[in-house]
């Protein structure tokens, strides 16, 4: 397939490294000179102009092409350029930013000028962070199987009642699934023998409130649910955080050091306090309650502030910290040095439009961690060499787990015995170098 994408910053460049990944033609459009240069260290075409110009369009042979991206930081550029390239009869997803113009995530409120899905970053990053919150010990929250399933990120904390234990020693809930450990910013995948260690990051697959409470259980949490969250930053993003949490039950606080901001806050989100101050102030953090604080989620547009911040909670016992970052090769740095998730509005993007995209993705893969670990959907089909055959029989490849199985409408978290039948849906969690040989298996 032919791919054009209008915008060479982070999400740009996200979807054009995963696209071009998946052996499909390429071409980025940037105004900018400096950001063509980075887009160029990515082995594509780039072209330097106006991606909302007929004429340059035109010149790229848009007819051509099956799908167009318009991701840049203008939101009317991003839609007339969509609505150029639907005359083309081209797919069409755009970048809307800010809340001015969509109040969901994803939406289909512009298909009328030529755009079939709008993309929020401040919405999605918004959901996923409320969504880490709500969980504890989960530093990260994904959907799979049709949203059925939850891939949740848990940290391994010094009460934990499965650490220093083998895996087969431990007593997994029917209804969870081990699929990674990440371990010093390495992907293992696990086996009987490995031993849980402390800060270890468990990737779980589990579905259902009943199932998350089951894992906090075996992870020696006290507490089934969060009471107390400060948000740092009266920032869109902040204040739809401070919402949701707001409406699910949880105690919010935001601190914004701009006094319009806190006003604004203040106006749009009725009983949830906000303070002036500014956070990185270690009285000011102590005085509004930072040590009985369960979550502190930074969200300011400095990403220096939201480090900084963050690591001063940590500093006072806060158990889970959330900070918004810009650039994607930072992301996994940060999280090193005991900040628990460094959030990206742009990746979450990337990876929100990739998803939109399916067709150009024939194998459903959703990268975690960087891209070292898949999570991988399948289908077995009437002459897939695994089908009859049992998960232990089946000489899945040994950097594989096989998560769930959904076989008509149940989820089936399966055992070396299951047996796998004629259009199963299959969702492994895949080292990226044994993803072919999982396909080989299809």
């Known amino acids: ?30 105004k900018s ?12 075409k780039v072209v330097q102009g106006n991606g909302a110009s007929p004429e340059l369009l035109n010149s790229l042979d848009i007819k051509g092409s099956d799908y167009f991206f318009a991701v840049t930081n203008d939101n009317e550029t991003n839609l007339v350029a969509c609505s150029m390239a639907k005359y083309a009869e081209c797919k069409t997803i755009a970048r809307i930013n800010g809340l001015k113009y969509i109040s969901r995530p994803v939406s289909r409120k512009f298909t009328q000028i030529g755009v079939d899905f709008a993309v929020s970053p401040e919405l999605l990053i918004a959901k996923k962070i409320a969504n880490i919150i709500t969980v504890p010990s989960a530093i990260d929250k994904n959907l799979s199987l049709g949203g059925k399933l939850n891939i949740v990120e848990f940290k391994v904390l010094p009460v934990s009642r499965i650490k220093n234990k083998k895996i087969k020693n431990i007593k997994f809930p029917k209804d969870v699934n081990l699929g990674a450990i990440i371990r010093d910013n390495e992907v293992l995948v696990p086996h009987g023998d490995d031993t849980i260690e402390e800060d270890d990051t468990l990737v779980v697959l589990l ?122 090769g930072v992301k996994s740095l940060i999280e090193t040095v005991g900040i628990d998730l ?89 080292k990226k170098e044994e993803m072919n040989a999982v396909e080989d298996l299809f």
């Open 1 to 30: 397939m032919k791919v054009i994408i209008v915008g060479a910053g982070e999400v740009g460049r996200e979807l054009a490294e995963s696209i071009r990944r998946k052996g499909h033609d390429v071409i980025i459009v940037d």
């Open 342 to 430: 460094a959030a990206s509005p742009e990746l979450e993007t990337a990876k929100t439009m990739l998803r939109l995209a399916r067709d150009l993705d024939p194998l459903k893969a959703t990268s975690i961690h960087g891209g070292d670990l898949y999570i991988l959907e399948m289908m077995v089909e009437e002459d897939s060499p695994v089908k009859g055959k049992t998960l232990a029989k089946s000489k899945l490849p040994p950097g594989s787990i096989v998560g769930a199985i959904k076989r008509n409408d149940k989820t089936i978290i399966p055992h070396g015995n299951e047996k796998f039948k004629e259009e199963d849906k299959i969702l492994f969690f895949v």
């Open 207 to 328: 579905e259902g409130k009943k199932a998350e409470n089951k894992m906090l259980k075996l992870l020696g949490k006290r507490k089934s649910s969060v009471e107390n969250v400060m948000v740092i930053g009266a920032t869109p993003v902040g204040i739809n955080i401070a919402k949701k949490l707001r409406d699910r039950g949880v105690n919010v606080k935001i601190i914004d050091e701009s006094e319009r901001r806190g006003r604004i806050a203040a106006e749009k989100l009725k009983n949830v306090e906000v303070l002036t101050a500014d956070a990185r102030n270690k009285q000011v953090l102590i005085e509004e309650g930072v040590l009985r604080m369960d979550t502190v989620a930074t969200t300011t547009n400095s990403e220096e502030y939201n480090v900084l911040v963050s690591l001063l909670a940590k500093v006072y016992g806060v158990e889970k910290t959330v900070a918004i970052v810009r650039e994607l």
């Open 33 to 44: 000179k400096k950001a063509c240069r980075k887009a160029r260290a990515l082995d594509i």
